[in-house]
């Protein structure tokens, strides 16, 4: 139980295009999903938190113009990396909880490279 | 000042050994708490949770919690060289959010 996948496990884009990902709870209906960003040998940096229908929390620092979230459905949120350059060059990571639980459970990642 | 600290490591031990990764907390009002193991290039992978003062154990794993000192550990027993990941612990933020701290993390090496 408790599965999450992403799609697309890997992207590459051209510097100034967009590129959605998606993040869905495949056996479970994910009170809040999480998004995170991982640069190679560093921790998780969180970047985002959305429930069902509502808008998303962003860190600070994070631009929120930048990375778009949508969360649709109790078990699909996506995020939108809007004009990617390559510094946004990362490893996206969504994961969800459910219930009153804090336990979350990670997708696989998405690695995205902007050339 | 960082919410949760781990020793940075990186922790060696022998295949057979007992791996003891340790983990401090600074927000007394943070009730659950979790290790996470990522492996090289995947995602994190929850492996224990524990929310009271004790020991919780779970195979070859065991956790340990601590309110008082704020002091989390994750016991790895008959360590085997497919343990080797980063072990990353974390700690709820006390909000309806459900955020997590999480820590730097902890690089474990079992050899054969």
């Known amino acids: 139980g408790a599965v999450v996948s992403q799609h697309p496990s890997w992207v590459i884009c051209k510097s100034g295009t967009s590129v959605k990902i998606e993040c869905r709870s495949l056996d479970f209906q994910a009170t809040t999903m999480f998004w995170y960003r991982q640069f190679p040998k560093q921790s998780l940096m969180l970047m985002a938190t959305?429930?069902?229908?509502?808008?998303?929390?962003?860190e600070q620092g994070v631009e929120k113009d930048k990375f778009l979230i949508n969360h649709a459905s109790l078990t699909l949120s996506t995020l939108t990396v809007t004009s990617a350059h390559p510094e946004d060059s990362s490893f996206y990571i969504c994961?969800?909880?459910?219930?009153?639980?804090?336990?979350?459970?990670f997708g696989p990642g998405t690695r995205l490279t902007v050339t | 000042q960082k919410e949760v600290e781990q020793n940075s490591g990186p922790l060696s031990v022998p295949e057979g050994a007992i791996a003891s990764l340790n983990c401090t907390y600074s927000?007394?009002?943070?009730?659950?708490f979790f290790w996470y193991r990522q492996y090289s290039g995947k995602s994190p992978e929850l492996i224990m949770s524990i929310y009271s003062n004790g020991d919780k154990e779970d195979g070859r794993f065991t956790a340990q919690l601590n309110k008082a000192s704020q002091y989390v550990s994750l016991l790895i027993r008959d360590s085997q060289p497919s343990d080797s990941a980063t072990y990353l612990c974390a700690s709820d933020r006390g909000s309806t959010l459900g955020r997590l701290y999480f820590g730097r993390g902890t690089q474990l090496t079992v050899w054969p």
């Open positions: 959305s429930n069902e229908g509502s808008k998303a929390t962003y």
């Open positions: 994961s969800a909880r459910t219930g009153s639980l804090y336990e979350q459970y």
């Open positions: 927000d007394r009002g943070s009730q659950s």
